[in-house]
Nanobody
Framework: QVQLVESGGGLVQAGGSLRLSCAASGITFSGYNIAWFRQAPGKERQFVAAFSKSSRTYYADSVKDRFTISRGNDRNTVYLQMDTLKPEDTAVYYC??????????????????WGQGTQVTVSS
């Protein structure tokens, strides 16, 4: 059974940093594209960053140069380092895994495996 577990969320002041983790069981991350999405109240789930099977990284324009996605040495954990956080980064952050084609890596509708989410709140 596939399980993704996110951790690392919390409350931080604007300009601060958080590191989110996504740990997998039941699959091996190296065979999947892993992405972070976020969802604010009343809004659709939004792409944040992705780490592809071929170890390429992708970022939303809104987080480029502030967030960094990486895969852990155990190869079954993916991290999202979030720096220079802004109040508009406040959302529930989810990690997703699937074998979507790279052209669709930003589309949350194509991901079959999801974690439960972790809340990130950035105060001004």
């Amino acid at each position: 059974q596939v399980q993704l577990v996110e951790s690392g969320g919390g409350l931080v002041q604007a300009g601060g940093s958080l590191r989110l983790s996504c740990a997998a069981s039941g699959i091996t991350f190296s065979g999947y594209n892993i992405a972070w999405f976020r969802q604010a109240p009343g809004k659709e789930r939004q792409f944040v960053a992705a780490f592809s099977k071929s170890s390429r990284t992708y970022y939303a324009d809104s987080v480029k140069d502030r967030f960094t996605i990486s895969r852990g040495n155990d190869r079954n954990t993916v991290y999202l380092q979030m720096d220079t956080l802004k109040p508009e980064d406040t959302a529930v952050y989810y990690c997703g895994a699937d074998r979507v084609v790279l052209s669709s890596i930003r589309d949350p509708n194509l991901y079959n495996y999801w974690g439960q989410g972790t809340q990130v709140t950035v105060s001004s």
